[in-house]
């Protein structure tokens, strides 16, 4: 029998960290991580396992110190804080073992400090080397042969899991991507050939998370509409489910594009009660998409703008990634990122520069082309040398987009061009069912009105800047006027956290010797 301790590092503060958020949403963290609670899952029952979250808890390193195996995973925005906690471990004597998408694509990365390297997906090689630990028999790199077929992925051990500390639940549905995007690294990591869940494995989950008090819930697919087919068939079992047990629950997903094409598939997300998608847009510029494979951006249907639109219209609200950078960028990108953001009404941009990850198609170019900073902390924040901008003049027009779209009268311009003018009619489908439910209907209310207040009161208690206090109430007594509805009072209430998160990280950024945090 082992003793096992697995660890997600702390992040550094990043657009959807929510650092600046979480006290006034009333959490630790936004959402668990979810490989930990499923190699929990697949360990064996013989062993003892603990999970240790840094972004909710420090690490006992004492404790560590005395267990049999440590395990440390972690993302690429993760890995100095990676390398920070598994020196300090093997300054204890531990055994560190090492996963995770970071490892996965430069698997160098940490050297002798970690006895053992997990390549890729581990549901084979994480049993396979407990059995062989336990023989003394083990290998230092395990890597699978074959991508996991996902109908065999056990339920995630959310019992090791401090529920209560996070904003969000999660669930992962599928795993990969048909696309072949020249900078991605998802499908270095899982793959282009989508594999997916069943309902009964999907809806087992769910009703986990429900019984920990999680209602509203992130599905963590890459790209949830990957396979189309087969998501349709899941989804149509997900309404029926949620039909028969009140609508609980709330979701938001991320997906390409072509979701826009696709009225059907909408509908069905709809009546999920999928309320949020978050698409790759990456840029207005149709070179740089072309020139970085994304042409799923550019099929004919319409223009992106009016793609973006359709979700909206079918009862979605888009958040988008936003890249700046590319070959054909120049210094006319910085505008037309701007124009784009406004015109398509999205509220939450992730606007990064480019840069190129490990493995991916993109780091193979560049470091052909003579074109990559393989510093660990690029002086610009990003390791691409880009073609017709300087590499002080991306970082700067870079820091003033997301200044400018997250400026009072800029990021509330839009949000009330989506939700006043353009009058999003989130959850339509769950409204529709509670009109026939008045008491569920009315509990319902009750708790948004109650969590809208909630953080009304925490933002006029935490926000320090006098004059965004009084900008946000502002904000929301002009919402109270013209859109009472509970689900949007809270909303807007949400949304003013969010933006006080961006705008205190960009202020920082923006004092000379700052780090860069590139959200990309």
């Given amino acids: 029998m082992a003793e096992i301790v697995l660890i997600n590092p702390r992040f550094e503060p990043s657009y959807w960290g929510l650092e600046h958020a979480l006290p006034v949403i009333g959490a630790k963290a936004v959402l668990p991580v979810a490989c930990l609670p499923l190699l929990a899952a697949l360990t064996p029952g013989e062993h003892k396992i603990t999970i240790c979250d840094e972004n909710i808890e420090p690490i006992d390193f004492e404790r560590c110190a005395r267990a049999d195996i440590v395990g440390v995973t972690g993302m690429i925005v993760q890995r100095g804080r990676m390398k920070a906690i598994i020196a300090a471990l093997k300054e204890r004597g531990a055994f560190v073992v090492v996963g995770g998408p970071w490892v996965t694509v430069q698997e160098d990365y940490f050297g002798a400090l970690v006895d053992v390297v997990f390549v890729g997906e581990a549901e084979q090689t994480w049993p396979r080397f407990l059995a062989e630990w336990a023989s003394r028999r083990h290998s230092r790199r395990y890597e699978q042969a074959e991508r996991t077929d996902m109908a065999t992925v056990p339920a995630p051990r959310l019992d090791l899991l401090r529920m209560s500390a996070y904003a969000f639940g999660s669930v992962q549905i599928s795993r990969g991507c048909p696309f072949a995007c020249e900078f991605c690294d998802i499908i270095v990591v899982f793959g282009r050939r989508p594999r997916i869940k069943g309902s009964a494995q999907v809806i087992a989950e769910l009703e986990a998370l429900l019984a920990l008090g999680k209602r509203d819930v992130f599905i963590v697919d890459d790209n949830l509409i990957g396979n189309k087919k087969a998501i349709k068939a899941v989804l ?60 799923q951006n550019v099929r004919s249907g319409g223009t992106m703008v009016e793609k973006v639109h359709r979700i909206q219209d079918a009862g979605m609200e888009v958040w988008s990634g936003m890249i700046l950078g590319f070959d054909s960028d120049d210094a006319s990108i910085f505008e037309a990122q701007r124009r784009f953001i406004r015109e398509a009404r999205i509220v939450h941009a992730m606007v990064g520069m480019l840069a190129a990850i490990p493995r991916t198609p993109l780091h193979a170019r560049l470091a052909a082309e003579g074109r990559l900073d393989r510093s660990d902390e690029p002086a610009f924040g990003t390791n691409v040398i880009p073609l017709q901008i300087d590499r002080a003049a991306l970082r700067d027009g870079y820091l003033a987009v997301l200044r400018d779209l997250h400026e009072p009268a800029e990021y509330f311009g839009r949000l009330d061009a989506l939700y006043l003018d353009a009058g999003l009619n989130l959850q339509r489908t769950r409204q529709r069912y509670l009109r026939t439910h008045p008491l569920k209907r009315l509990a319902l209310s009750l708790r948004l009105l109650g969590e809208a207040l909630g953080i009304f009161a925490r933002l006029m208690r935490h926000v320090p800047d006098a004059n965004l206090r009084r900008e946000y109430r502002r904000r929301l007594w002009r919402v109270v006027k013209r859109r009472r509805e509970p689900l949007v009072l809270q909303t807007y209430a949400i949304k003013c956290a969010m933006h006080h998160h961006v705008h205190t990280m960009v202020r920082q950024m923006l004092v000379e010797g700052q780090r860069i945090t590139n959200s990309f």
């Fill in 236 to 295: 149509q079992d997900l309404v029926a489910w949620q039909q028969a047990n009140g609508y609980k629950m709330s979701f938001f997903t991320e997906a390409s594009l072509d979701l826009a094409d696709d009225a059907e598939l909408m509908q069905l997300m709809v009546d999920v009660n999928i309320d949020t998608v978050f698409v790759g847009i990456e840029t207005p510029n149709d070179a740089a998409l072309r020139e970085t494979k994304k042409l």
